[in-house]
């Protein structure tokens, strides 16, 4: 098992992964999430992990964009609490910064503390961990990284604001992905359908979880790329009491595409080591 994550040790993808990893599977690091999911479609990865959800600003579009229209299967979940903090090279008055460095998912979830340093220029960069890679090898003081405590620590930065999260609980949602699907059928399934633009459409949907004693943990709509205004249903439910072929095969006769990332289990928390 070769299981790619973004970005360089330290990155909060990597440290999700780091805290799952069975025994005997190795870490890849990769770039971006286009090219996460090119390497597990053409088999130089067996498994990627992305992030896919998070406690304060929802689902996570950039990753879940990404999966719709191929065959690839989410066999498991992880759950990360997230503590994003600034990190300079040196002690320094806030003031001062002029330039923060970070992927923009952190800045997504810091945007209210940003609003009293307007001056503050935010640049987005390929991960949280490069970006504090990138501060501690500049040569100019007036810039930090926002990024967590292993980033900070492995760069020798100095933390300069701590834990400036809009909202205290931030968790962060992970799915580990593979092109095969899980043997063993899970509790949850996640699926991405479009619709037929009918009056009625996403009911008749929904009616069909219902009947088939589904329990609807989430829905998503997003739009459909090159159609204006039409969109596309991203659910997640739970599968316990349901024969989830006998779902399928009736989802597909009221939708005009669909997507079923097969089913897994939920998360159960950190082994005590
Ligand atoms: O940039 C990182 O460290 C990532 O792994 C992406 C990310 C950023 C913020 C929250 C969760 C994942």
């Not at 701590?162 to 399934?189: M, P, V």
Request: hydrophobic share 35%; aromatic share 10%; net charge negative.
């Amino acid at each position: 098992m070769n299981i790619g994550y973004l970005g360089i040790p330290g990155s909060y993808s990597e440290t999700a992964l780091t805290e799952y990893l069975p025994a005997g599977a190795s870490k890849t690091n990769v770039e971006s999430f286009d090219s996460l999911v090119a390497m597990l479609k053409s088999g130089e990865l067996s498994h990627i992990i992305l992030p896919v959800e998070n406690s304060t600003t929802g689902m996570i579009t950039r990753t879940m964009d990404l999966l719709k229209y191929e065959n690839v299967y989410i066999v498991d979940e992880w759950y990360l609490p997230i503590e994003n903090h600034l990190w300079a090279k040196s002690k320094m008055d806030l003031s001062e910064l002029t330039h923060v460095y970070s992927h923009p998912e952190a800045f997504t979830q810091t945007e209210d503390y940003f609003k009293d340093y307007p001056n503050i220029k935010r640049v987005s960069y390929t991960d949280t961990a490069n970006a504090a890679r990138h501060v501690a090898e500049s040569d100019q003081t007036t810039y930090a990284a926002l990024a967590g405590d292993r980033a900070g620590r492995l760069n020798g930065l100095v933390k300069i604001a701590s834990d400036i999260n809009s909202e205290q609980a931030n968790t962060t949602r992970f799915f580990i992905l593979s092109t095969k699907k899980n043997e063993e059928l899970g509790a949850l399934s996640y699926f991405y359908i479009e619709t037929p633009h009918k009056p009625g459409a996403l009911l008749k949907l929904l009616n069909i979880f219902d009947e088939h004693k589904c329990n609807l943990l989430s829905l998503n709509s997003r739009p459909i790329q090159n159609k204006p205004f039409r969109y596309g249903f991203f659910i997640e439910v739970d599968i316990l009491d349901t024969n989830l072929g006998a779902l399928i095969n009736t989802l597909k006769t009221e939708s005009t595409y669909h997507h079923t990332f097969g089913s897994f289990n939920p998360f159960r928390g950190k082994e005590s080591p």
